[in-house]
């Protein structure tokens, strides 16, 4: 089964600022190119690709990080933790199904732990504040989108095990998320939430809570905002900024969530007056300072960070290249990070409608790759964010390391130059 595949297939990041302290809304961009002080590679032309296999295998060859012996030994640590995590995954399982076993003569039924018992089956739970803030794990409790996903999905944010964006539900990402938390805190990484990893979400996420009640401002409505993005990039070249298009895309981002479940979990809304109180996560937004090593996994779609010690201490969702246009191989360095760059459009890379000539498209969170660039030693290839959270790891990209915007800005504000960066099959 592909979504319990987390690493049968093979081995791409983050949003910056404190739960609440995010900006509400993008800062006014205006069209003149950003510079940095930071050595970053190309961070105008993020989706150049070599014209052909003989220049690609030379560039390969001569942009390849020369990395010393103990970093080539931190790397085959890494590899081995992950081929002990593609070995341990019950790739059998439905997500979140109970291993006990179940006589082939009892039906499964949704009865809940008698160690952990809700107040009701979660697939009857409510989505108001105080039913998923108290949304139970039980045995059995299959794929769908149900409260109990949705707490989990928050204290798998918060532990640093990405789900993507939050939407309550059961899928690929859950299950690689599931997996990444297990391996981080020892427990055997089937990608199955059990009993025993529950009570470790628990544990990590303490007294707080995962949903809390937020008033809108007059700074969220303020924006700026576009009246939509139109799909012409020559027509997004004439706009002052790709910003967000409404209140509910931008707060979306801002709490890491889906933008359809924030309006599921929060029906009788209009987001469009200030003072205004909604339900949204309680997420993080900071990584740990020890990042070493990133291990991008092209078959499992997943980008993976180790630190100085060889212990996997993040990870994240990521859509890794495609078969058009591949992400490359090899190893590589960080070489510098740039916050809202310009994205340069080239028809001799790919050819988007009728545009047959070159284009400087502007900054915003809707821009081609997302408010941030992280650039590598590998001429035009990068991790940077994107326009369509909801389709990370789900869809291709043009050969770089695309994450949510939040995940890529968590990642940039904590990335340093030199950092290796390790492409898998």
């Known amino acids: 089964m592909f979504v319990r595949s987390i690493l049968a297939l093979s081995l791409s990041c983050i949003f910056a600022g404190s739960a609440f302290a ?5 800062k006014q961009l205006t069209p003149k190119k950003i510079s940095s002080p930071a050595p970053v590679q190309d961070p105008i032309d993020p989706l150049e690709i070599d014209s052909n296999a003989s220049s690609a295998v030379n ?3 001569t942009s390849a990080a020369q990395i010393s012996q103990q970093e080539q ?10 081929q002990n995590l593609e070995k341990s995954e019950d790739k059998n399982a439905d997500i979140a199904v109970s291993p006990i076993e179940t006589p082939a003569s009892s039906p499964i039924t949704t009865k809940p732990s008698t160690t952990t018992t809700p107040s009701v089956p979660a697939e009857k739970a409510s989505w108001t504040l105080d039913g998923m803030n108290n949304a139970e794990w039980y045995e059995n ?3 769908g989108q149900f409260p109990v996903y949705a707490r989990a999905h928050v204290m798998l944010n918060n532990a640093h095990a990405s789900p993507g964006a939050i939407d309550g539900s059961s899928g690929m990402n859950t299950l690689k998320a599931i997996a990444s938390f297990q391996q981080m805190n020892g427990i055997k990484p089937t990608g199955v939430l059990t009993q025993e990893t529950w009570d470790a979400l628990i544990a990590k996420q303490g007294n707080k809570p995962a949903f809390v009640e937020y008033t809108i401002t007059d700074a969220d409505l303020k924006g700026p905002y576009a009246k939509s993005i139109p ?11 790709l910003y967000y298009t409404r209140v509910t895309e931008m707060l979306g981002e801002k709490f890491h969530m889906d933008e359809a479940f924030l309006k599921k979990i929060n029906p009788k809304a209009t987001f469009n007056k200030v003072g205004e109180k909604i339900i949204v996560t309680n997420i993080r937004n900071e990584l740990p300072e020890d990042i070493h090593l990133i291990v991008a996994h092209k078959g499992a779609k997943q980008l993976y960070l180790f630190n100085s010690k060889n212990q996997m201490i993040a990870s994240f969702p990521a859509t890794i290249g495609s078969t058009d246009t591949p992400s490359p191989t090899g190893t590589y360095k960080v070489t510098g990070v740039a916050k809202n760059p310009w994205y340069s459009y080239s028809p001799s890379n790919f050819i988007q409608g009728k545009n047959l000539k070159p284009l400087s498209l502007p900054p915003g969170p809707n821009a081609p790759v997302g408010n941030i660039w992280i650039g590598l030693s590998k001429k035009s290839f990068g991790i940077h964010g994107t326009p369509n959270p909801s389709a990370i790891s ?6 770089c390391i ?22 898998l099959e």
């Open 402 to 423: 695309r994450l949510t915007n939040w995940d890529a800005n968590d990642l940039g504000k904590k990335v340093r130059a030199g950092v290796t960066v390790k492409f």
């Open 22 to 26: 995010a900006p509400t809304a993008e």
């Open 141 to 143: 409790i299959g794929k």
């Open 394 to 399: 789900k869809t291709a990209s043009h050969g």
């Open 231 to 241: 799909h012409d990039y020559a027509l997004q070249a004439k706009m002052p900024g």
């Open 73 to 82: 030994n931190d790397l085959n640590k890494a590899s081995q933790t992950l």
């Open 59 to 61: 560039d390969t060859a």
